[in-house]
């Protein structure tokens, strides 16, 4: 397990302030790298499929592919981040975000542009877990007895808040460079994060020599192997539907008996299933992580295939209505982060599901524009204050020594989320984008904030947590 930094090198670098700016920024790109790169290639792909002369459907698999690399690298990423040191993950996380983006530039062909994207994929899921633990390591280092909330907030806004940029940002650079630039852009930002945390962020602590047998069993590979099976298996399905194949469910359910099994035997395990099951808590923030993005990340493609084809709104237009979601969550979230709250953010945020969804039924085809917006801003809020609840939350319940590998179950959640929006939407529109399909998917979103509220309301830990800051 990595240990707490030396005194001497948090002084001597950041002064009396263990969370100096000159911390603190690596950390956020390295955090930003995923979710801009989930959405930045959106713009890229029918550029990408004129270019290689294949069809634009064919091109998706850049997005389930990047996807179902980081649902199983990110608690993956957590794991050797505890066992070999968050510094050493980060770096090498750095090294293949930006052995992606060289690749990926230089591809000509659909599968070159797959190992790209997987190699992005890996290496920006080192990010958020890695920082997750320096962090912790930091606070105890300095002594604090609550959450740093500011540096949290920080984190949260780079690791969600960030992913409406990507559209835009992928518009402009794809418009003015080609598609290629949804690839080349990693290498300065990759190239600027590694030079700021090796300059930055103090080394790990020398880690005992040990041989590869017992590397592999203090990392259990076994239990990487299954869950990666799994989550590959459920990825693939939910990215298939409507058209629903149970064989793949099948591949995704049978597995996990035998992996359960495993872990309670383990002497450590990947997926701590034991204390999973007696962190009841825990277990309900990992919940509320896959169903509030469910609903947001609908916004994102439910809500935006409405507007081009039932209301008419260009691709660009709709990208740039995605803007205030972004702007709103971030503002949101910063001046919460600082009062380390949990409970009430988490109340708000399953309201503002609630609220937003129900804005779904008033839409149709001659809405103005203001009421869409209004809808994106109330989802902003939802974005906002669930980052914040659910990080605060994670940060509080998971055991110190676990941190990484549960940050990175936190963020595979989030993944499994948005992979069901995706099948929510395709279920919804299947049979036509129109007012009453719109209507229909949010009245199944009204159902998941209910069911988020209803979770929050009588969470006991939750109350109990509340009280105790009053």
Known sequence: MTAPAPRSVRAREDGADPFHW??????????????????????????????????????????????????????????????????????TGIGLVLCGGLLGSCGRSMAVLVAARVLIGLGTSAGYPAAMI???????????????????????????????????????LVGGFGWQAAFLVNIPVALVAWAMAVRWVEPDPVTPRRTLREVATRIDVPGIVGFGAIMTALMVFLMGLPDADWVVLGAAVVP???????????PAPFLDVRRLGSNAALTRTYIRAALTPLAAYTVMYGLTEWMETGRGISTQEAGLLLLPMGAVAALVSWPLSRRNLVRGPLIVAAVGVVVGSTGFLFLDGHSP???IVAVMLVFGVTVGTTMIGNQAALYSQAPAEQIGTASGLFRTFGYVGSSASAALTGVAFHHGVTDRHLHLLGGVLIAVGAVVLAMTLLDRPLMSRAASAR
């Open 369 to 371: 524009v203001i009421l």
């Open 134 to 172: 320096l962090i912790r390591r930091r606070a105890a280092g300095a002594g604090l007895g609550s959450p740093p909330g500011g540096v949290l907030g920080g984190l949260a806004i780079a690791g969600m808040a960030t992913a409406a940029l990507g559209p835009p940002i992928g518009g402009l």
């Open 256 to 266: 996990a008996v035998p992996l359960v099994w495993w872990e309670l035997r383990t």
């Open 22 to 91: 000159k911390f603190t920024t690596p950390l956020y790109v390295g955090a930003a790298l995923n979710p801009v790169n989930s959405t930045v290639i959106a713009t890229a792909l029918v550029p990408i499929a004129h270019a290689l002369h294949v069809s634009v459907s064919s091109t998706v698999v850049l997005v389930s592919c990047l996807y179902l690399a980081c649902a199983v690298a990110q608690p993956t990423a957590g794991k050797l981040s505890e066992e070999f040191g968050p510094r050493r993950v980060f770096l």
